[in-house]
């Protein structure tokens, strides 16, 4: 096959992907809490490598005391790590978020930024984190954001051959509007959470199944 007619080929199935899955899950909103742009950032940096319902749980607090970037920026570090203590990898994680706060009051007026470029300046911030931010704060859509969900279903459902996140992301944007790339990701990953799982994928009751060139994999 012709790489025209791969593309062609995995443009097609992406669609009717994206169909199905808005059946499945007509509602797509991000499943992070948050009031405002900074605290989205927050959110998103902590639920690296922890899931979003356990963010849920200590963002109340974090932003009850720190509700914004300049707070943030002059908290005492110690304090933020117990805060975000139990969300993982919290010494790192409560030091990019002060510093990313910092360079938002004193670069960026004391506003999250628009623009991709500057978001990535941003301590502990690289692509995925960027595209939630701006998907759903500022309701622009700079790229497809992957995380391990993405990352996993994207392979098995034929949408790429690539290990690495940011060309997944690059492989995934051509194949979709621009206008579903962030909600494309979130679908795949309630899916990802309910279905199709990193160690016992739930083929028999996937409705993507009969699409899906990896589902006999696991069937047999």
């Given at each position: 096959m ?7 080929a ?5 669609l009717?992907?994206?169909?199905r899955?808005k059946r ?6 991000c499943?992070?809490?948050?009031e405002?742009?900074v ?5 998103t ?6 899931t ?6 200590v963002?109340p ?6 509700p914004?970037?300049a ?5 005492e570090?110690?304090?933020l790590e117990e805060l ?6 919290y010494?790192n ?9 910092r ?13 991709m ?7 502990g ?14 309701g ?5 954001t992957v995380d391990?969900h ?5 392979q098995r ?5 690539n290990t690495?996140p940011?060309?997944?992301?690059r492989d995934?944007?051509?194949l ?6 962030e909600?494309?990701?979130i ?7 309910e279905?199709?799982?990193?160690r016992?994928p739930e083929?028999?009751?996937?409705n993507?199944a ?6 006999d994999l696991?069937l047999?």
């Amino acid at each position: 096959m012709s790489t025209t007619s791969k593309q062609s080929a995995q443009k097609q199935q992406a669609l009717e992907i994206l169909v199905r899955l808005k059946r499945l899950y007509p509602e797509a909103p991000c499943t992070l809490n948050y009031e405002t742009p900074v605290q989205l950032l927050v959110a998103t940096i902590l639920s690296a490598q922890c899931t979003d319902q356990r963010v849920n749980k200590v963002t109340p607090e974090l932003f009850r005391r720190f509700p914004d970037a300049a707070a943030l920026a002059s908290a005492e570090l110690e304090v933020l790590e117990e805060l975000v203590r139990s969300t993982g990898f919290y010494r790192n994680k409560a030091k990019n978020i002060q510093a990313a706060c910092r360079m938002i009051m004193t670069e960026f007026g004391g506003k999250v930024p628009k623009r991709m470029e500057n978001l990535l300046k941003l301590p502990g911030v690289a692509r995925k984190t960027a595209n939630v931010v701006l998907a759903h704060a500022y309701g622009i859509n700079a790229g497809v954001t992957v995380d391990t969900h993405v990352k996993r279903l994207s392979q098995r459902l034929g949408l790429t051959e690539n290990t690495d996140p940011i060309r997944i992301e690059r492989d995934l944007m051509p194949l979709l509007p621009l206008p579903e790339w962030e909600n494309f990701s979130i679908r795949l990953i309630y899916h990802g959470r309910e279905i199709c799982k990193a160690r016992k994928p739930e083929c028999f009751a996937c409705n993507l199944a009969e699409i899906c060139p990896s589902a006999d994999l696991f069937l047999n």
